[in-house]
């Protein structure tokens, strides 16, 4: 069974930076499809960003396109998002994810953190 540990949020004003990293243990994520989601308070939970279980394909919420980047490393089961240009409406806490087949469908991915909070001051 595959367990997650978010780490690297953070209070950073807007247009600052944060890298997110994203642990997984008890198995490899190589074979997953691993994702991004957030959800800020009050709101549902919205799909952020999703990498192939090879890195070959990326796929980004238009929010967050040309701001963030997603990216793995399958050798240590990490996979982290480097936010750049960060906006208040990126406020959020940010859950990593790992699904068979791709989706922006929050709903069908396994998750098994308890997300990281960004915090985005103007």
């Known amino acids: 069974q595959v367990q997650l540990a978010e780490s690297g949020g953070g209070l950073v004003q807007v247009g600052g930076s944060l890298r997110l990293s994203c642990a997984a243990s008890?198995?490899?994520?190589?074979?997953?499809?691993m994702a991004w989601f957030r959800q800020a308070a009050g709101k549902e939970r919205e799909f952020v960003a999703a990498?192939?279980?090879?890195?070959?394909?990326?796929f980004y919420a238009d929010s967050v396109k040309g701001r963030f980047t997603i990216s793995r490393d399958n050798a240590k089961n990490m996979v982290y998002l480097q936010m750049n240009s960060l906006k208040s409406e990126d406020t959020a806490v940010y859950y990593c994810?790992?699904?068979?087949?791709?989706?922006?469908?929050?709903?069908?991915?396994?998750?098994g953190g308890q997300g990281t909070q960004v915090t985005v001051s103007s």
């Open positions: 994810a790992f699904r068979t087949f791709y989706s922006r469908d929050y709903s069908t991915y396994n998750y």
């Open positions: 990498i192939s279980w090879s890195g070959d394909s990326l």
């Open positions: 008890g198995r490899t994520i190589s074979g997953y499809n």
